[in-house]
């Protein structure tokens, strides 16, 4: 079961041109926030054993049974590497034990969404039992996307279930590579490899 969080948040210019508390203020809208709230919907679904989605007209009822839950967000632009899992992982799990200081204190107050995306992420991941501070690869059912890598994914998918194959793909990979174009380009060789390899055989 994929949960999508959209979210328009970029980087400003000030956190472009290198000014750190500025960069954190906006990755606690563009990166902690929602997954914050991905995460909450994964709490209600293993608390509530289901979720019912309300339209204008119809209602759905998902049910989680035995599948497992995958929070992905979506940003309308690029972030570069901050995308990338070898980041958003640790970043995420770091957020949850630390708390992070700015070095002038008038700037503190700028930091405080920042903080509470982080309480509300792991008290969610409590409420969902996803275990995010003992365990050897912190926040593995976490992504973060931009729109252009959901597009490449979205080229090598037909349904719902292709999908889910696809966006995990370079799941369990870890190269040196640590980008999300050169691994997912490098899993499809290694795919295309394997399938080749049993047409041999056949």
Known sequence: MIVFELKSKMLRRQARAGDD????ADLAQALV???AQAMERHAV???HGAITLTRETSKTTITLRSREVLKVSITRGDLG????RPFLQPFLRTGCI???????????HELDPLYEWFR???????????NILNCRIPFSTSWSLSVFQLLLLLENTCDNESFAVELQRTRRMA?????FYAEYEFALKLKKFGEEQNRQKN
């Open 120 to 130: 509300k992420l792991k008290a969610a991941a409590a409420r969902a039992d996803e």
């Open 81 to 84: 590497s901050l995308h990338d």
């Open 21 to 24: 508390v500025a960069a954190m």
């Open 175 to 179: 190269t040196p590579l640590r980008d």
């Open 45 to 47: 679904l293993h608390e």
């Open 33 to 35: 926030r929602p997954q």
């Open 98 to 108: 630390v708390e992070f200081i700015t070095r002038d204190p008038a700037r503190r």
